[in-house]
């Protein structure tokens, strides 16, 4: 490739879906954008989203979706650019989308239909596309400065859309954080996010052999004030579906994980009307959870391994039971990190970010949009909506 005028009104480094959106507004504005990555294959995390579909967006979409130290930092991009506004644009390019569940958009074929979509829209721009390119080094004198395997470009804002740490192994890395630590931009304390939580060997041993079993719970913790109602997955290693991934987020070191074996149900009355019924205890679980589920729940936990009838169970049996019924607790002993989860949590603090243009307020020209800020979705099409939002705030003020 060869470029004979280095000089841009924008560069933007990360061509994922915030990068690629931001580049294609811009561009469309009629603003001379380049954008870089070093990937050979562009939009990667896209492609693997929602199994091959990309959930693209979630039609329930509110600034209550989000975790961030300063929660109303996303409302302003979430109002201006919304799940409609997305939805229309992918309707004009004739991809044919389904609602899965829980307000989740999904394109009916493939992701690669999103990703070829934003790539035309960059087209319609003008933008020009440089990868694979690594940038050796970023300056700021009266341009900004990329120095880059592929040569040196020059621009008037720099807008990083890096992502985050999730899923090094499609080349996710930490290179937005260091920009925001040369330029003295502040950032919260990253971890893992949407990811599956591990049990230590005592809970393995005791449930390790029901890896592959799913059940519908309302997962929440001891700590923090958000329920999930979707499905938990026991696996090899632990806690894995939806309804942990969710609660992950939320979890801190230390909490336990509470899972409701009977949602929407008082497993004190559940329990009294099996007792009038004279049902087996682990009989009678298994017509609401997997069978070899409630058989192992029953031996850990109901009275004499389950071997007890109800009928001759205890009151205090009985309500240790329910409760636990309920409220079952794990405690689990860490995160299965960054090379499972699915997004970063934490990032540059927005604080320090203006929330109508995401420019950084002490330097002048430099943006941060995407998964680079601290701004994370739940599961289920949030993450790309900031994207789509932050991007569109940002291409837009270019």
Known sequence: MTITDNHFDAIIIGAGAAGLFCAARAGQRGKRV?????AEKLGEKIRISGGGRCNFTNLHTTPANFLSQNPHFCRSA?????????????????????????????????????????????????VTVIHPATIDVVTRGDQYQVLTSQGLFRGDSLVVATGGLSIPAIGATGFGYEIAKQFNVPLTPLRAGLVPLALDAPELERYGM??????????????????????????????????????????????????????????????????????????????????????????????????????????????????????WSLKPSGTLGYKKAEVTLGGVDTKALSQQ???????????????????????????????WASAAACGDAL
């Open 210 to 327: 029901l890896s592959g079993v799913a059940f519908e719970t309302t997962a929440r913790t001891d700590a923090a004030n958000a329920t999930f109602n979707e499905a938990a997955l026991l696996t090899h290693k632990g806690l894995s579906g939806p309804a942990v991934l969710q609660i992950s987020s939320y979890w801190n070191a230390g909490d336990a994980v509470l899972l409701d074996l009977l949602p929407g149900i008082d497993a004190a009355d559940w329990l009294s009307n099996a007792r009038s019924n004279n049902i087996g205890f682990a009989k009678a679980l298994a017509a609401h959870v997997p069978t070899r589920l409630a058989d192992a729940w029953a031996h850990a936990h109901a009275p004499n391994h389950g071997e007890k009838a109800i009928t001759q169970w205890t009151r205090a049996e009985l309500d240790s039971v329910a409760a636990l019924l309920n409220s």
């Open 357 to 387: 243009t995401m420019m950084a307020k002490g330097v002048p020209g430099l943006h941060f949009i995407g998964e680079v800020v601290d701004v994370t979705g739940w599961l289920g099409g949030y993450n790309f909506q900031w994207a």
């Open 34 to 38: 380049a954008l870089i990555d070093h």
């Open 78 to 126: 979430l109002a201006r650019y919304t799940p409609q506004d997305f939805i229309a644009l992918v309707r004009s390019h004739g991809i044919a989308f389904h609602e899965k569940t829980l307000g989740q958009l999904f394109c009916d074929e493939s992701s690669q239909q999103i990703i070829d979509m934003l790539i035309d829209e960059c087209r319609s721009g003008n």
